[in-house]
């Protein structure tokens, strides 16, 4: 085998090593993307949630101290429940629209959206066993 097909064939099982063991991230979501994974206000003024998974939405800024505290929790937390939540951040400095749209006026906010029924807001970063109960209670619906 040749110096060439060597390099591809390790690289080959690079991208196909990394695919099998990436758990699930959260994922940044510009105002664009929001209409597509969560909810299209510009076309909809009654909610209809776009996705089969429920999700959470975190509202941040990069300067903000609680959000700082609050990411890696929601790390951890999209890890545990992947393939049943979807996690996605929204930094409002950014995508000024959405922050508009939710009158988020303190951060963090956390939006969590059940596959099927009405979002709730909630102000402030939860300690993660408070998120924990949320998820199970409000978004996977388990008592």
């Known amino acids: 085998m040749n110096i060439e097909m060597k390099k591809n064939l390790l690289l ?4 196909l090593g990394c695919s099998v063991v990436s758990a699930q991230e959260v994922k940044y979501l510009t105002t664009e993307e929001f209409k597509t994974k969560v909810f299209d206000y510009s076309k909809d003024s009654v ?3 776009c996705g089969e998974l429920p999700c959470i939405v975190d509202f941040y800024t990069t300067w ?3 959000c700082k505290r609050l990411a890696p929790v929601m ?3 999209a890890k545990e429940y992947e393939g049943k939540v979807l996690f996605y951040k929204a930094d409002t400095e950014k995508e000024r629209e959405l922050a508009g749209l939710f009158r988020i006026t303190s951060i963090p906010t956390l939006l ?3 596959a099927e029924g009405q979002p709730a807001l909630s102000k402030g970063a939860a300690p ?3 998120m924990k109960r949320a998820i199970e209670t409000f978004l996977l619906k388990k008592q």
């Open 112 to 114: 969590f959206v059940p």
């Open 12 to 15: 080959l099982l690079f991208v």
């Open 64 to 66: 903000c101290g609680p």
């Open 75 to 77: 790390e951890e937390l």
């Open 47 to 49: 909610w209809h949630y």
């Open 128 to 130: 993660k066993e408070d």
